[in-house]
C-alpha cells in the first residue's frame, strides 16, 4: 500500500530540524527500497525547510502510522502536524526514475484538498514534468481526498495548473526539492 506523507514544520524549529538532521536521514535510511519519493518543502528563499514530504510503499496503515510517527523530527517536536493519506502511484515509478534528473528548474509540491467526485485520475498525456502523481485516499483507499503531485514547473502558477481547480476546496503550492543523501 502506498501512503503519502507530509510533515509541516512548527515555527521556530530549523535549528532542532539541522541538528536532526543525520537521524532524520539515518531513520529514512531505514525505509529506502520502499520509498517512492522524498524531499523538502521549502520557504520563499528557494533554501529554508518548511515540511519534509515522504512517499512510501508499506504494508499497512499501521505500519504508515509508526513511519510518521517516530520519525525522529516528528518525536522531537520539530513539526505542526502531519497530513498521512493513502496514495496511489500513478506514474508507476521512483522519484528516481522522473526523466529531468534530481536538479534543474523548479520543483514543486501540488496538494489538491477536495471532496466528493474524485478529480485528476487520469495522468496527463505531457508526463516529462510530473515526478510523482496519485489521488490522496481514505484509510481503506475507497474515498478519494484530494491529490498529490510533485511537479518540475516554470513556477507556483504552472504548478497549479497540473490540477483542475474548481475540483477542490483546496490547492496548496510548496517549493520542492529531492531529498535524502546525495
Same mark, same amino acid.
Given at each position: 500500500m502506498e501512503f503519502f506523507c507530509f510533515h509541516r514544520d512548527r515555527r521556530e524549529s530549523l535549528a532542532l530540524r539541522l541538528e536532526l538532521l543525520e537521524e532524520h536521514w539515518s531513520y529514512m535510511d531505514r525505509y529506502? $527500497?520502499?520509498?517512492?519519493? !522524498? @524531499?523538502?518543502?521549502? $520557504? $520563499?528563499?528557494?533554501?529554508?525547510p518548511t515540511g519534509s514530504v515522504h512517499v512510501v510503499?508499506? %504494508?499497512?496503515?499501521? $505500519?504508515?502510522?509508526? =513511519?510518521? =510517527?517516530?520519525? %525522529?523530527? /516528528?518525536?522531537?517536536?520539530? /513539526?505542526?502536524?502531519?497530513?498521512?493519506? !493513502?496514495?496511489?502511484?500513478?506514474?508507476? !515509478?521512483?522519484?528516481? +526514475? =522522473? %526523466? &529531468?534528473?534530481?536538479? @534543474?528548474?523548479?520543483?514543486?509540491?501540488?496538494?489538491?484538498? @477536495?471532496?466528493?467526485?474524485?478529480?485528476?485520475?487520469?495522468?496527463?498525456? +505531457? !508526463?516529462? +514534468?510530473?515526478?510523482?502523481? &496519485?489521488?490522496?485516499?481514505?484509510? +481503506?483507499?475507497?474515498?478519494w481526498v484530494g491529490t498529490a503531485v510533485l511537479v518540475r514547473a516554470e513556477d507556483p502558477d504552472e504548478a497549479r495548473a497540473v490540477l483542475t481547480s474548481d475540483r477542490y476546496a483546496e490547492i496548496e503550492v510548496h517549493n520542492w526539492t529531492f531529498g535524502g543523501r546525495a
Amino acid at each position: 500500500m502506498e501512503f503519502f506523507c507530509f510533515h509541516r514544520d512548527r515555527r521556530e524549529s530549523l535549528a532542532l530540524r539541522l541538528e536532526l538532521l543525520e537521524e532524520h536521514w539515518s531513520y529514512m535510511d531505514r525505509y529506502a $527500497a520502499e520509498m517512492i519519493a !522524498r @524531499g523538502p518543502t521549502l $520557504a $520563499a528563499d528557494g533554501e529554508t525547510p518548511t515540511g519534509s514530504v515522504h512517499v512510501v510503499d508499506l %504494508p499497512d496503515a499501521a $505500519a504508515a502510522r509508526m =513511519f510518521a =510517527f517516530d520519525e %525522529p523530527g /516528528y518525536q522531537a517536536g520539530v /513539526y505542526r502536524d502531519v497530513l498521512l493519506r !493513502r496514495w496511489r502511484n500513478l506514474l508507476g !515509478r521512483t522519484m528516481w +526514475d =522522473f %526523466p &529531468g534528473g534530481r536538479t @534543474g528548474g523548479n520543483r514543486y509540491l501540488v496538494l489538491g484538498l @477536495g471532496a466528493g467526485q474524485p478529480a485528476d485520475l487520469d495522468v496527463s498525456a +505531457d !508526463r516529462d +514534468d510530473l515526478i510523482a502523481y &496519485g489521488p490522496l485516499l481514505s484509510d +481503506d483507499g475507497a474515498t478519494w481526498v484530494g491529490t498529490a503531485v510533485l511537479v518540475r514547473a516554470e513556477d507556483p502558477d504552472e504548478a497549479r495548473a497540473v490540477l483542475t481547480s474548481d475540483r477542490y476546496a483546496e490547492i496548496e503550492v510548496h517549493n520542492w526539492t529531492f531529498g535524502g543523501r546525495a
